[in-house]
């Protein structure tokens, strides 16, 4: 099943039966989140703190 056709049979559940309102409201704080990390990842920059040093790895 693709990720269309699953996120189409989501919303149907949801309309037949609606979520709580906490539940819609923990979900639109996980997406605004989300959204806003994206765009200060775009527009500001990945800070170079938060980077992953991969040569910096030890060896045994």
Same mark, same amino acid.
């Given at each position: 099943?693709?990720?269309?056709?699953? %996120?189409?049979?989501? &919303? $149907?559940?949801? =309309?037949?039966?609606?979520?709580?309102?906490?539940?819609? *409201?923990?979900?639109?704080?996980? %997406?605004?989140?989300? &959204? $806003?990390?994206? =765009?200060?990842?775009?527009?500001?920059?990945?800070?170079? *703190?938060?980077?992953?040093?991969?040569?910096?790895?030890?060896?045994?």
């Amino acid at each position: 099943m693709d990720w269309q056709l699953r %996120v189409l049979v989501r &919303v $149907a559940k949801w =309309l037949r039966r609606p979520p709580s309102r906490q539940f819609v *409201w923990i979900l639109a704080t996980v %997406v605004v989140a989300g &959204v $806003a990390l994206a =765009l200060v990842e775009r527009f500001i920059g990945w800070p170079e *703190w938060a980077t992953v040093d991969r040569s910096a790895r030890i060896h045994r």
